[in-house]
């Protein structure tokens, strides 16, 4: 049974294709869809895990922020089956945990180059939530995506487990 969306987004989206799970944790599962033509990390959160006021308060959030290495809600909060969905970008590449795992594990170092590159673009991500009054309250390397492996440039902080800061 499905309820009204949370987030108030235009256009119905469409979801098929579920291909994996890209993670688990506490809170629910992340798997890859497609998503309007697109692909989405969707993450399916039962009801009972969490508030339909926390939910509010975390699409606000995603709603309050831009930034290119931020990954952005793509529509709507709906419930579905007794789990939330919540459809978010989907960034082509690994966690930064992975990164450091690969990187630890064979002769090919990361460059302090791509490095800095990682550190400058988690920096300018949490800057961006900074000046909007916003605290990342779970930031690890898992919830730090480098999108196109260790050349990229381009690295993603992933907003989980938000709230504002107070001020």
Known sequence: MSSPSLCRRPAAASMAYSTSTLAEGCFGKVYKQKYNDTWAAIKKVPQQLISKKDLERECAVYN????????????????KDGKW??????????????TIFKASKSKIQVSP?????????????????????IVHQDLKPENIMVSGGTCSDRPLVVLKHLSFSPG
């Open 113 to 133: 180059a791509v490095r800095g590159t990682i550190i400058l673009g988690m920096c300018e991500g949490l800057l961006h939530l900074h000046a909007k009054d």
């Open 85 to 98: 969905v919540i459809p978010l970008e989907f960034i082509f590449g690994e966690d930064l945990e992975t």
């Open 64 to 79: 309050k922020v831009n930034h290119p290495n931020i990954v952005k809600l793509l529509g709507n909060i709906n419930l």
